[in-house]
């Protein structure tokens, strides 16, 4: 049977590594019509000849390769680029000029108002399962670099239409891993493979791992089945955004969530405790997926 188009190209891309990826997400369609003013963030060929400059352009290659650059500080394949996408200028994919307006904010997660920087230390820490750069490392300096050069023009404390994830309404029916999977297999598997672990080119991993412990552990936002189920609807199939149905997307989010990853870094001593405290919300923590236990025994033990 013959595959379609975009599926032939996202196969060829798998052999040319990933400087395509740009390409087809500039096929996107625009932010829909939300609350909140349309924000371009400036080309790249703008980034200032100087000082000021080499940390921008040092911040992009960190979100973009973050794995790679910062092995000190990821413990898994992921890069900022993977939730964030086009080197996060995307609309509707939690672009940073977007996040930057909106910082210092109090965030339920932790209880307390953050800034930017605490913001990604915490991305660090749950996204990439790994440990956060200090707040005067040149790492964190250059992507805040990155994201303020971004942001240049943009409102401060505004709400910028097409900044974090569009919200998703409530499926028809309950999200289903069983259902989820046949969409991930139609959808999806091309991609990030049929055992979730993505795809590599020529050494580079093309596209990310979704569970398994080279993916994000059970304290990051994408774990939430309602967070993921808004980035797939608005940004998956890559190139293809609102492919999916409402249902499709939560289905898919359950079933990518229905598989073992890294442990809480908040860890209370058993997964009960830990799911009572942290995980009052839509999510597959420390619940039972085909008699297994998630979260009840982390990886590698």
């Given at each position: 049977?013959?595959?379609?188009?975009?599926?032939?190209?996202?196969?060829?891309?798998?052999?040319?590594?990933?400087?395509?990826?740009?390409?087809?997400?500039?096929?996107?369609?625009?932010?829909?019509?939300?609350?909140?003013?349309?924000?371009?963030?400036?080309?790249?060929?703008?980034?200032?000849?100087?000082?000021?400059?080499?940390?921008?352009r040092y911040g992009r290659t960190l979100f973009t390769d973050t794995a790679n650059r910062m092995p000190q500080h990821v413990?898994?394949?992921?890069?900022?680029?993977?939730?964030?996408?086009?080197?996060?200028?995307?609309?509707?994919?939690?672009?940073?000029?977007?996040?930057?307006?909106?910082?210092?904010?109090?965030?339920?997660?932790?209880?307390?108002?953050?800034?930017?920087?605490?913001?990604?230390?915490?991305?660090?820490?749950?996204?990439?399962?790994?440990?956060?750069?200090?707040?005067?490392?040149?790492?964190?300096?250059?992507?805040?670099?990155?994201?303020?050069?971004?942001?240049?023009?943009?409102?401060?404390?505004?709400?910028?239409?097409?900044?974090?994830?569009?919200?998703?309404?409530?499926?028809?029916?309950?999200?289903?891993?069983t259902r989820g999977q046949g969409v991930y297999q139609e959808y999806c598997a091309l991609c990030h493979g049929a055992d979730?672990?993505?795809?590599?080119?020529?050494?580079?991993?093309?596209?990310?791992?979704?569970?398994?412990?080279?993916?994000?552990?059970?304290?990051?936002?994408?774990?939430?089945?309602?967070?993921?189920?808004?980035?797939?609807?608005?940004?998956?199939?890559?190139?293809?955004?609102?492919?999916?149905?409402?249902?499709?997307?939560?289905?898919?989010?359950?079933?990518?969530?229905?598989?073992?990853?890294?442990?809480?870094?908040?860890?209370?001593?058993?997964?009960?405790?830990?799911?009572?405290?942290?995980?009052?919300?839509?999510?597959?923590?420390?619940?039972?997926?085909?008699?297994?236990?998630?979260?009840?025994?982390?990886?590698?033990?």
């Open positions: 049977m013959r595959r379609p188009a975009w599926q032939a190209v996202f196969a060829a891309a798998l052999l040319v590594g990933s400087g395509w990826s740009a390409a087809i997400i500039a096929q996107q369609a625009p932010a829909g019509d939300r609350a909140g003013e349309r924000f371009i963030p400036p080309a790249e060929s703008a980034i200032p000849d100087d000082a000021f400059g080499n940390a921008v413990g898994n394949a992921l890069t900022c680029g993977n939730c964030h996408l086009d080197a996060g200028k995307l609309a509707d994919s939690a672009p940073m000029w977007g996040a930057w307006v909106r910082y210092p904010a109090f965030r339920a997660k932790t209880g307390e108002v953050n800034t930017l920087a605490e913001r990604i230390q915490g991305c660090f820490q749950y996204s990439m399962n790994g440990t956060a750069p200090a707040h005067d490392s040149p790492e964190l300096k250059a992507l805040l670099a990155y994201m303020y050069w971004m942001s240049t023009g943009a409102p401060t404390g505004a709400t910028l239409r097409g900044s974090g994830y569009p919200t998703l309404e409530q499926p028809e029916q309950p999200a289903d891993p979730g672990q993505g795809q590599q080119a020529r050494g580079v991993q093309v596209f990310p791992p979704l569970w398994g412990d080279r993916s994000y552990n059970w304290g990051a936002g994408m774990h939430r089945i309602n967070t993921a189920a808004a980035f797939i609807r608005a940004n998956m199939p890559l190139g293809r955004p609102g492919t999916l149905s409402v249902q499709q997307a939560w289905d898919v989010a359950a079933y990518i969530n229905s598989f073992e990853r890294p442990q809480d870094p908040r860890w209370q001593g058993s997964v009960e405790k830990t799911d009572e405290r942290f995980h009052n919300h839509q999510c597959l923590y420390g619940g039972t997926v085909e008699e297994r236990r998630l979260g009840a025994v982390p990886l590698g033990e």
